[in-house]
Every structure is written in C-alpha cells, then in structure tokens.
C-alpha cells in the first residue's frame, strides 16, 4: 500500500498571502496524483488531477506541481472561501486508493 | 451534470450489515468506475473500493472481507454493503465516479452519516 503523507497538518495563513502544502508518496507514483478541497460539513471537490491540470472550474490561484514522490499545491493568493481542509491521493498503484492525512488551511 | 444522491439507514447496530445506495441522475453509470469513501467523524478520508459498469471491482484490501459494492444500472444506483460493523465504521459515507483509467473522484454526494449503536 502507497503511504501519502501530508505537511503540515495545520497552516495559518492571512488572506492574500500564499500557501503551500506538501504531499509525500511512499514509492513513486508518477503523476498520479490529485488534490481535493473540503469545507466542514461538505464532500470533497477535485481540484487538480495528474498532479498539474486543474479541474474544470478550478480558479488559476490553484497550482499542483510535482512527480515521482514529491508534490506541491500551491495557492498564490488565499481567498476566504480557500480556508478548507485539503487532501491529496494517489492513483498509481492500487487497491486502494490512498489519501493523504490533510492539511487544514486556517486564517491567521 | 452529474449528480449523486446517497440515502440508507442513519443508525446500524453492531454485528449488523451497513446497507446504502448512491443515486446517479444527469448521466449514465456506464463507462466509469464508482467509488465508496468514508470519513470517521474528525478524520480523514478511506477509500472502501469501487466498481465499473461491466462487474469489475476492488476493494481497499483492510474492507474486502466486509465489502460488497454492486451496481443497478436499470435504475442508475450503486449499492454498498458492509456487513459485521463495529463502532468504528461510524463514518460518513461517500459515493464518488471515479475514472475509467485514471482513478482519481471528479463528482461526489454529499455524503451520508451512518452511526454503529446499540
């Protein structure tokens, strides 16, 4: 089983500032790998797919970079709809599916 | 577009089987895989497997003695089944289409809470 390991768990960020997060597979995943948003109380919305494309809909302010084992999603410009938890998943090798911990964005 | 629609009992007692059902409108459940995931209150999010259109599945090897995941596609539904549950399979439930090739979950329910309680 591909292990994802999320950091931080938590970042405090103002609005306006950028954020980073880092996602860390186990072996390499190539780049399969996709970032989801959630908000307290709601499902998990897609994000960026194939660790770079963003998902239809998705404002240019998110970014996914990376390959292999490392990866990054970068917000260039928090907004106060950005402030959510964030998890990241690979789907190189699988069963199963495996998400990252989390990483929740808070306002500073 | 797509939208699904999970529904099932909100409250299930130990060693009882977890029965739910996603129901898919706006699009056909052919040419795509659909995913079951779950989230603990407080936690994080579990892949519980998933099953394409022609009876494929797989299923997170930690659930798959537990699990089974149909499909109905003269009604559009897609079904889990968890059988023997305990209180840690407390979770919000999930379905999610997930992709013919690349599995990664562009359309989500909003998710269904399921409590084990005697």
Redesign the interface.
Known sequence: ?IVMTQSPDTLSVSPGERATLSCRASQSISS?L?W?QQKPG?????LI??AITR?TGIPARFSGSGSGTEFTLTISSLQSEDFAVY?C?Q?NN?????????TKVQIK | QVQLQESGPGLVKPSETLSLTCAVSGGSISSYYWSWVRQPPGKGLEWIGHMYYTGTTNYNPSLKSRVTISLDTSQNQVSLKLTSVTAADTAVYYCARDGRYHHYMDVWGKGTTVTVSS
């Open positions: 089983e399969n996709a989801y709601q499902a998990p919305r897609l797919y194939g998902a998890y998943q789907y699988w069963p199963p599916l495996t998400f990252g911990g989390g």
